[in-house]
T-cell receptor
Framework: GQQVMQIPQYQHVQEGEDFTTYCNSS?????IQWYKQRPGGHPVFLIQ?????EVKKQKRLTFQFGEAKKNSSLHITATQTTDVGTYFC?????????????FGAGTQVVVTP | DTGVSQDPRHKITKRGQNVTFRCDPI?????LYWYRQTLGQGPEFLTY????????KSRLLSDRFSAERPKGSFSTLEIQRTEQGDSAMYLC?????????????????FGPGTRLLVL
């Protein structure tokens, strides 16, 4: 079936370092969203990517959608303790109905001061 | 607070009992979603409403699960004859009708969730 996979599952980062988390789909996506869930919290929308090769930045966060629209990445520079949480990608396949997104299992980020 | 609200926040029940959860979306949001999330996993799509119409229901959802949104505003999710495997966080989300600079009609605003424990 259509699946959205995220790697790594866990990311242990020293404060100030950069890291990247990846999202891969077995099939082409129409668009992809990224969410952040703090420990004990609920997912909060970060960004949506729609176009092939699209790159969007939010301060220290850079989101990229692959040329084939099968993968996406989130790169965080100069990690801060406020970046702690689980980052989910959610992909929408062209054959899925409007509004139906498939979430990956997430990358849990732990930041060491 | 104009965010998505869910009630109750926590529910403990015995196996075989029925439970009902409520979700109040952000005012004027016409799309509403229900998800289930277990530890270490992402939200799993259950069902989706546009106004009062239930447009899609996951095949993973058994007949014991039913959702309604009778007036196109709040929604309820009922689980009948609960099983221990139903223990999870049940999340509700809503989406707006219109675009803004940073969000669009597919942006999902999640509520705090209802944590269900079936003993």
């Amino acid at each position: 079936g259509q699946q959205v996979m995220q790697i790594p599952q866990y990311q242990h980062v020293q404060e100030g370092e950069d890291f990247t988390t990846y999202c891969n789909s077995s099939t082409t996506l129409s668009n992809i969203q990224w969410y952040k869930q703090r420990p004990g919290g609920h997912p909060v929308f970060l960004i949506q990517l729609v176009k092939s090769g699209e790159v969007k930045k939010q301060k220290r966060l850079t989101f990229q959608f692959g040329e084939a629209k099968k993968n996406s990445s989130l790169h965080i520079t100069a990690t801060q303790t406020t970046d702690v949480g689980t980052y989910f990608c959610a992909g929408k396949h062209p054959t899925d109905s409007w509004g139906k997104f498939q979430f990956g299992a997430g990358t849990q980020v732990v930041v060491t001061p | 607070d104009t965010g998505v609200s869910q009630d109750p926040r926590h529910k403990i029940t015995k196996r075989g009992q029925n439970v009902t959860f409520r979700c109040d979306p952000i005012s004027e949001h016409n799309r509403l979603y229900w998800y289930r999330q277990t530890l270490g996993q992402g939200p799993e799509f259950l069902t989706y409403f546009q106004n009062e119409a239930q447009l899609e229901k996951s095949r993973l959802l058994s007949d014991r699960f039913s959702a309604e949104r009778p007036k196109g505003s709040f929604s309820t999710l009922e689980i009948q004859r609960t099983e221990q495997g139903d223990s999870a966080m049940y999340l509700c989300a809503s989406s707006p009708r219109t675009y803004t600079r940073h969000t669009n009609q597919e942006t999902q605003y999640f509520g705090p969730g209802t944590r269900l424990l079936v003993l």
